[in-house]
């Protein structure tokens, strides 16, 4: 929810040379709008699909790596919660809940996004939430105001080159 995942996780996957994929996009791919699955299906049904879709491709990026960018409330399942501890890394990208606001406000999201239509709403499901982000990250890496993609996206880089030289030498 304004994190950058979707930008960041396309810059990491430029830079690794790998596929990027994004949970969010499966699902509307699949299912139609989230926004429009929320207010016709309700938010069981729409995380019920989402835990699916979510578990599905971290089962896949276990085999073969991958970037992938999962929707902000994928953690409120325990199944995606327990998936995400079978990859090898996953960054949780962070910034003070006014600048997530904002930038959500400003791209116009906020209209999209069904449980976070206000700034109070937004802040609740941020503290609802981070708890659990903070259970599955192995990094926490800041994407505050006066960041730039480019440098989150190096950040990254930096820290999964362990990962990429292992993926190096045993191809």
Known sequence: ???????????????????????????E???GPI????????????RAAERDVCTALLERARAVPMVVS????????EEVREALRGIAHVAWLTAPPDVLWERVAAGGEAAARPLARDRAAF??????RE???REVATA???NGAGRAV?????????????????????A
């Open 35 to 46: 926004a429009e699955i929320f207010a016709v299906h309700g938010e069981e049904h729409f």
């Open 140 to 142: 926490i890496v800041d």
């Open 70 to 77: 999962l929707g902000g409330g994928a953690v409120l399942s």
């Open 131 to 133: 708890p659990l982000y």
């Open 150 to 170: 480019d440098e989150v996206v190096e950040d990254l880089v930096r820290l999964t080159e362990p990962l990429a030289a292992a993926r190096r030498e045993g």
């Open 1 to 27: 929810m304004g994190a950058g995942k979707s930008a960041v996780g396309m810059g990491v996957a430029h830079r690794r040379a790998l596929p990027f994929v994004d949970s969010d996009a499966l699902i």
């Open 29 to 31: 791919e699949q299912m």
């Open 123 to 128: 802040a609740a499901l941020l503290a609802e």
